[in-house]
């Protein structure tokens, strides 16, 4: 039985309740766009890719310079899970979801399929407008330029049916905010 508390007090001292809620969040869709498109899939390689999918991006994980995060996680999984006594057999599926978690069409498995489009909508609506604007919370100009990425890169990762509507709203607040904010900044930000 996976460790599901520890696995929080992992991400919460990595990277505070921010990225403990994303990758709770994230768990919690992954599992609403399963049953909606009927997709089978194993609970453990869901729950661990779920929630470490984005590991490298924090210490002591995290490495120098430049580096694709989906990659450099999906490089730390094998030792990773072998600490929370996953049976290896699991180990390739995991390293798949989360290797894959921001490329488009790659990956075979539906639990990769399932990680990509639930992350992907944790990054769109008024949830990214939060997300980030509290990455950056004194250069406004900043925010609006990553939103304005985000809205662009999570959109286009949607595959599911049932991902893409339940994008649609976020991305309609996302695109309301977007506009109303350049109104009412006066393009003054
Ligand atoms: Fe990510
Ligand atoms: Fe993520």
Redesign the pocket.
Known sequence: MLDEQRMQEQMLALGGTYIMN??KR?LVIARRLAESEQLPYDEEVLVFSCFF??ISAFLPYRPEGSFDHAEESAKIMPALAKEYGIDESKTGAITEAVRY?DKRGKGTANETMLLRNA?AI??LGFMAVARDFSKQPIEMSRAVAALKKHRREFAALLELQSAVRMAEKRIQNLDLFLSEFEIESLGIY
Do not use: F, L, V
């Open positions: 994303h990758a994230t999918h984005d978690h992350d944790d990054y």
